[in-house]
């Protein structure tokens, strides 16, 4: 009885905890792939520019003449002579990604490892608080268990009357009259006969030739081969409630009196 209402919040808190795991593993995966793409630019766009260009100019005056040598010594102050060499790539304007490292993803996860591990520790710790106050006081212990005991056998005695109530109330709705549109599909398309069929009252699994029909013409409930097995081959439905007994109809024992 104990380990139930811990195993509950355990799954609730496990729960709790899933959005938070599928953002991580979306953030992780939204960094790879972005890494990704942009190593993939850098990679596979870089261009790089090669400019050469040379550049000479002389002008040459002949002759001895007191004007030639002026000339010459104007003029040819004007003689140049240059080589450019320019070389440039797009480097800088390309994005420069940096990958986290496995530390770093270890880093970031160790948060949500610890959460789910307290998670699962929980219902342990549970566990042992209900040993620590038993320790301590026995006699509070020994009314907890009996509160129990009794409170899961009114719940078996209500779970079996609320189960023969939907049986009855599925083999009713089952023995109402179809839709002339569902009867021609079920003629007529044998893909949806599947979920066309009829189903059995008790666990809603789809009728088979093995699957067992209550041949009273009022009632006419539909049951699986293991269902009916276990119905101890009696239909709930049009049988009386005084000649079922509970240990034909379900696994609860209505006969067992409230310990003291």
Not at 201 to 209: D, I, L, R, W
Request: aromatic share 8%; with cysteine; proline share 6%.
């Amino acid at each position: 009885m104990g380990p139930y209402p811990g195993l509950l919040a355990q799954g609730k808190e496990l729960l709790g905890t899933l959005p938070i795991v599928l953002l991580l593993l979306l953030l992780c995966g939204l960094d790879w792939a972005l890494y990704s793409v942009f190593d993939t630019i850098r990679q596979h766009s870089f261009q790089q520019y090669s400019f050469r260009s040379s550049h000479k100019l002389e002008v040459k005056v002949g002759g001895d003449s007191m004007l030639a040598r002026l000339l010459r010594k104007t003029i040819g102050a004007l003689n140049t002579s240059s080589d450019t060499v320019v070389e440039s790539n797009n480097l800088p304007c390309l994005p420069q990604p940096v990958c986290m490292d496995a530390r770093a993803y270890w880093r970031a996860s160790l948060p949500i490892v610890l959460l789910v591990c307290l998670c699962l520790a929980q219902a342990f710790g549970y566990r042992l608080r209900r040993v620590i106050a038993a320790f301590y006081f026995p006699k509070r212990e020994k009314k907890r268990v009996l509160f129990l005991y009794n409170d899961l056998l009114r719940k078996r005695a209500a779970f079996t009357k609320l189960r023969r109530a939907l049986i009855i109330r599925r083999a009713q709705q089952q023995r109402g009259p179809r839709h002339h549109l569902v009867d021609t599909l079920h003629h007529r398309c044998p893909l949806l006969r599947r979920w066309l069929r009829r189903r059995c009252v008790v666990c809603q699994a789809p009728e088979t030739p093995e699957s067992y029909v209550c041949p009273t013409p009022e009632c006419e409930a539909v049951y699986c081969q293991s269902c009916w097995n276990d119905m101890k081959k009696r239909c709930p439905v049009c049988t009386p409630r005084e000649e079922l007994s509970s240990s034909a109809f379900s696994d609860s024992n209505d006969d067992l009196k409230y310990a003291e």
